[in-house]
């Protein structure tokens, strides 16, 4: 554990000007705190690319809470858009299964008390807050209809559950959905947040493929330790951010489409500013490892002492925060077909060691000690793989899940 730090005003006497400095400081936290007070992240994708021009149409997305609430608001995304987002209305309904909202539960959302929003381009806008009951595990529907061809989207590259797609006009209320195309990105929706009668907390989850739950067939690892938090009543209300991103990086950003901004380019916006937010667990460095071998360019050819470096810059920002910042271990992929080396698995020995021991972060979570097979260590258990040697299978995850200690998270 890191050791404890003195007051850095402790015996200094402070002007008037610096008095009053300290106390617009804090009166400035207060405030943040109290915008966020009851509200938790209850769904979260980090947007990681620019997607494809979409023409005037309804998009209808599933998506699964964490925990529950009495009300909900959502966050769209621009940020990669090169051109104001027109969104000409947008709802949100219980899911019913497949692209149908259960009946009663539709509820149009509004922007500044308007049912149309534009965003500028970089940027986000988060919806009025609207009464519905959200359970736990909850499956929502939500609909945005665009008035106008968007020439650049913003995505998500990889989903569990399916975009449904309308090739015209607004039916953002229907209860069925009259499409039957899917698509496999998430477009434009980034958050879900739900309000509960507690103060909000949540755990930011920031990864990479293995958060964003590549090899799964029901859920990844941050969906199943959130059905374990439902076991323990003083845990329940907890909801879980996660940022994964496939392919993403510690320290460098996207080489190719999908990958994402670096984790430190993304670190505040995707962790730090999301509501409650009171832990974050880094999982990340396996795909710096890698790049460093498979990528030509001088910046991808980083050590690990840079990685290191790397981690402990997000470790001061969110302490800085107020945040307590775990991380977890690299998992084995030795039998990875152009991935592994020697060389890498010397690098992910050596990270992981010093994860373990370096006492950077407030908890370790030892992924790779749970996972890895025990007569050949640099690769992954035969039990827990997915088939490609990187991802694990859902009973992987599940361990993975496993692995976090809820005591962590008690007040």
């Known amino acids: 554990m890191p050791a404890s730090l003195s007051h850095p005003l402790a015996g200094v006497t402070m002007t008037g000007r610096a ?29 990681d690319s620019a997607g494809p021009a979409l023409p005037a149409q309804t998009l209808r997305q599933v998506v699964r809470t964490t925990t529950k609430g009495t ?23 219980l899911s019913a299964g497949g692209a149908r ?68 006009g607004d039916v953002t209320g229907a209860a069925d959905f009259p499409s039957a195309a899917t698509d496999d990105n998430l477009y434009l929706l980034s958050d879900v947040e739900v309000l509960g009668p507690d103060t909000g907390r949540t755990l930011a989850v920031i990864g990479d493929s293995i958060a964003d739950g590549v090899g799964a067939e029901e859920a990844g690892w941050p969906d199943a330790l959130a059905a374990r938090l439902q076991a323990e009543p003083a845990l329940a209300t907890i909801g879980i951010a996660n940022e994964g991103i496939a392919g993403n990086r510690i320290l460098n950003d996207a080489s190719t489409p999908y990958v994402g901004p670096s984790v430190l380019a993304r670190f505040d916006r995707d962790t730090l500013d999301k509501p409650g937010v009171r832990w974050v667990l880094l999982h990340e460095g396996v795909n710096d490892i890698t790049a460093a071998r498979l ?24 302490r800085a925060r107020g945040v307590k910042i775990w991380a977890g271990t690299l998992l084995p992929f030795a039998g990875t077909k152009d991935f592994w080396s020697a060389d890498a698995e010397r690098d992910r020995l050596a990270l992981n ?5 370096a006492g950077v972060f407030d908890a370790v979570v030892d992924f790779d000690a749970a996972l890895r097979d025990p007569e050949q260590p640099s690769r992954l258990n035969p039990a827990y793989d997915s088939g490609d040697h990187l991802h694990p299978n859902d009973a992987g995850y599940r361990v993975m899940a496993q692995q976090v200690d809820l005591r962590l998270l008690h007040p």
């Open 19 to 47: 008095l009053a400095a300290l106390l617009f400081s804090a009166l400035l936290a207060t405030t943040a705190t109290a915008a966020d007070e009851g509200w938790r992240t209850g769904w979260s994708s980090a947007p």
């Open 71 to 93: 009300r909900m608001r959502i966050r769209l995304s621009n940020l990669f858009g090169t051109q104001p987002l027109h969104v000409g209305a947008a709802h949100v309904g």
């Open 101 to 168: 909202v259960a009946a009663g539960s539709d509820r149009p959302l509004l922007f500044g008390g308007r049912p149309a929003v534009t965003i500028a381009a970089g940027s986000s806008a988060l919806s009025d807050p609207v009464d519905l009951a959200v359970a736990a595990l909850q499956p929502l529907a939500v609909s945005l209809y665009l008035p106008a061809p968007v020439p650049v989207s913003t995505v998500h590259g990889f989903v569990l559950r399916p975009t449904y797609l309308k090739a015209a």
């Open 295 to 318: 990528l030509a360019a001088p910046a991808d050819r980083v050590t690990v002492g840079q990685i290191e470096a790397g981690m402990r810059k997000l470790a001061g920002r969110a």
């Open 353 to 357: 060691a010093w994860i373990r021991t």
